[in-house]
């Protein structure tokens, strides 16, 4: 069994619930390693399940572990209702802080006759814990880091603008193993310094 969904079943139990419905897409990815931009899934202590649309068929199959893999006819929430009946009981956790309210009103809609309760850091709690492939992971993520800035601080001169800086530091930390920008790049020179999050421009630095 996947460890990290033996952890979100024990939270199961342990807050009374007879199902957890994960709608964060990066928790899909963590739990089940489905890289696909349009999924949900539902966990119990006999189930779990990913749900998505005709794009990922083939990517789904292939990517996701531990679960059953259900391609929606149309929309997702349309397959709530026979997955449901698979389920021990009526009380269905949600996570807060990840479900919108028209997607909390498709699902009552669904599901009327589930009692939904809100919780929040399930998964969260788990994540906070790091194995050891991840802490792994994450100093692999600081080697790039430091190379991309060695590279980058090579090109930075008078008349380069704060949008090439900030393409040449995602170009360089996908050469070099990042996957994507974990966040946009932020070059901001002069007076811009002073904008913690600003948005690089065609400013000349």
Avoid: W
Wanted: proline fraction near 5%; glycine fraction near 6%.
């Amino acid at each position: 069994m996947n460890p990290r969904i033996k952890k979100v079943r024990e939270r199961i139990d342990h807050y009374g619930l007879d199902a957890f419905f994960v709608s964060s897409i990066p928790h899909i990815r963590y739990l089940f390693g489905f890289t696909g931009s349009n999924a949900l899934a539902v966990i119990s202590p006999a189930l779990a399940v990913v749900i998505t649309d005709r794009r990922y068929d083939v990517q789904a199959k292939q990517q996701v572990r531990n679960a059953e893999v259900i391609i929606a006819r149309r929309l997702l929430y349309d397959e709530l209702a026979e997955i449901a009946k698979r389920l021990p009981g009526i009380r269905i956790g949600l996570e807060a802080a990840h479900l919108s309210v028209k997607d909390y009103h498709d699902l009552k809609k669904c599901l009327p006759q589930f009692k939904f309760v809100a919780t929040e850091r399930i998964v969260e709690g788990i994540t906070a814990v790091k194995e050891p492939h991840e802490i792994e992971k994450i100093a692999e993520a600081a080697r790039i880091c430091c190379q991309v800035m060695e590279v980058v601080r090579g090109i930075i001169k008078p008349g380069i603008s704060e949008l090439d800086i900030s393409a040449e530091i995602s170009y360089q930390a996908m050469r070099l193993g990042s996957e994507r920008d974990p966040f946009e790049p932020i070059v901001a020179s002069g007076t811009r310094s002073a904008l913690p999050h600003g948005i690089s421009t065609q400013k000349a630095v």
